[in-house]
């Protein structure tokens, strides 16, 4: 007769019995531990979520920052610029009027030149008026005047002397 193998005797049986009894003694030690294991990892992934949230919030801080920072830098490079602007036209009219007296000393110095140069012409022919008067005078009076005539002009010359001479210094 063929007996019927107990629960004992089978392998397969105390495998199971073996860890049902592993379970019911180290169980809860184990599910506290994958537990804590679990909620270890949970708390890490919410710290990081976290810490990934406050970086996210520093980088746009940081963004809107840089923004106005860039936006007041051209404001300020505007401002420069429309600065250089008026100040290159300040110079450039000041170039202007200076160039411009320069323009008007040079041309009265010209005209200055050109008055001393006709003066200087002016007197050159009054001399030579004079000169060649005197030469003339010389040659009419050598020739028809008298000697008493002679002195008689020369008296009155020398009676009109102090006239001519305050004449001259007068003007």
Avoid at 51 to 69: D, G, I, N, P, S
Avoid at 124 to 144: D, H, K, P, S
Wanted: glycine residues 4%.
């Amino acid at each position: 007769m063929h007996e019927e193998p107990g629960f004992f005797t089978e392998p397969s049986h105390w495998v199971v019995l073996a860890f049902i009894l592993f379970f019911a003694i180290f169980g809860k030690k184990l599910w506290t531990a994958l537990t804590g294991m679990l909620d270890a990892r949970s708390a890490a992934v919410r710290a990081e979520i976290n810490e990934a949230a406050r970086l996210k919030t520093e980088a746009e801080a940081m963004l809107k920052e840089a923004e106005a920072t860039r936006a007041k830098a051209q404001a300020d490079a505007r401002e420069l610029i429309d600065g250089a602007a008026v100040e290159a036209a300040r110079v450039a009219e000041a170039t202007r009027a200076e160039t411009e007296a320069a323009a008007m000393r040079r041309e009265q110095m010209a005209l200055d030149r050109i008055a001393a140069a006709q003066k200087q012409a002016v007197d050159e022919v009054r001399t030579a008026a004079a000169e060649l008067a005197t030469i003339a005078a010389r040659q009419v009076i050598a020739e028809g005047l008298s000697p008493e005539a002679g002195a008689t002009l020369i008296d009155q010359a020398i009676a009109r002397l102090p006239a001519a001479l305050a004449a001259r210094r007068a003007a």
